[in-house]
């Protein structure tokens, strides 16, 4: 399998997912600049956390559309290339248009860090396909624009069709308002486009992929994207 990750100016955890990769594919990413459009055929596009263009503007507004590369991405996405987006990668595709969709501010309006449990809610796409149906997963997140919002029309398409991948719960499963740590509609972690080929979530699971790290439950992600694409 090959694959890129974009760099941004800001991004800061594009190296943790090119180890995760290269572990689960057995090759190295390309790390590719965002100022240079001519990104090569690849199997899998990341766009990687961190905080590009310092979010001066908005979080991943900038980066989606004052940078050389994302129309490539775009124009590949639209093609049926996989495209990862996580935290900050998530916040880019929406404001690229590619997921629907928008991560305001956290409603406690302070940046959390910290591991949340995830329910597994749709399985059967080679981002999750390593996973149980409603199986729960301990995930790290980092951010201060995780709050996922939607109109109502909308997160009623996203159930209807399946879209969502991920959503906050409790280490059983369950629903409390605790648990969801920015506030996002119908506890959202991560969603699908419609074909099922652009995966935005919030949590990093680059961080928990190895057990040097605290934990592998976010490895089964990259391996079974190596298994699909390879």
């Not at 800001?10 to 590719?32: K, Y």
């Not at 596009?45 to 900038?62: E, K, T």
């Not at 997963?137 to 996922?148: C, K, L, Q």
């Not at 089964?220 to 699909?228: H, S």
């Amino acid at each position: 399998m090959k694959s890129a990750v974009i760099v941004f100016p800001g991004s800061n955890c594009d190296r943790d997912v090119a180890v995760a990769l290269e572990q689960s594919t057995g090759r190295a990413p390309v790390m590719h600049w965002h100022g240079d459009p001519q990104l090569p055929d690849v199997d899998l596009i990341v766009l990687p956390g961190g905080f590009s263009y310092g979010d001066y503007l908005r979080a991943g507004a900038m980066a989606a559309h004052a940078t050389s590369v994302m129309p490539t991405v775009v124009e590949r996405a639209r093609k049926g290339v996989r495209v990862l987006g996580i935290c900050n990668g998530f916040q880019v595709l929406t404001e690229a248009g590619l997921l629907p969709g928008a991560l305001m501010r956290n409603t406690n309006l302070s940046y959390v860090c910290r591991d949340v449990w995830l329910r597994v809610e749709n399985n059967r796409t080679p981002f999750t396909e390593g996973y149980g149906l409603a199986q729960v997963v301990r995930i790290p997140v980092a951010h201060h624009d995780g709050n996922y919002y939607a109109d109502d029309a909308t997160l009623k398409h996203l159930a209807d069709k399946d879209r969502v991948a991920f959503r906050y719960c409790d280490r059983d499963g369950g629903f409390r308002a605790p648990d969801n740590p920015n506030g996002s509609r119908d506890n959202i972690a991560g969603i699908f486009n419609e074909s099922g080929t652009v995966l935005g979530l919030m949590p990093h699971p680059e961080r928990l992929a190895d057990p040097r790290l605290g934990g592998t439950d976010g490895r089964p992600m990259f391996d079974a994207l190596a298994r699909a694409l390879g």
